[in-house]
């Protein structure tokens, strides 16, 4: 079974950067989204590349974020600049439309 470990969260002022990983194993399917949780909503979707390589974001996140893959080290990342208050969340990453098991995410705060 799949196994997701997010990382690279933290606290960070608004109008900083952060950059979110996700290392994937024990599954054959590959790990192209990320997802994220605010305080007091439910899960939503942030973004998603394609095999090949084709990016696509929510509205809220374009022209913010990156989704990016390191096939090497089978992990897939999420640069988040200018970031927001409101980019705060816990975020995931998983497949698509895929039903797979959540990690435990990684916390992202903004704030001064």
């Known amino acids: 079974q799949v196994q997701l470990v997010e990382s690279g969260g933290g606290l960070v002022q608004p109008g900083g950067s952060l950059r979110l990983s996700c290392a994937a194993s024990?599954?054959?399917?590959?790990?192209n989204a990320w997802y994220r949780q605010a305080p007091g909503k439910q899960r939503e979707w942030v973004a998603t590349?394609?095999?090949?390589?084709?990016?696509n974001y929510a509205e809220s996140v374009k022209g913010r974020f990156t989704i990016s893959r390191d096939n090497a080290k089978n992990t897939v990342y999420l640069q988040m600049n200018s970031l927001k208050p409101e980019d705060t969340a816990v975020y995931y990453c998983?497949?698509?439309?895929?039903?797979?098991?959540w990690g435990q995410g990684t916390q992202v705060t903004v704030s001064s």
């Open positions: 590349i394609s095999s090949g390589g084709t990016p």
């Open positions: 998983n497949r698509r439309f895929a039903n797979l098991p």
């Open positions: 024990g599954s054959t399917f590959s790990i």
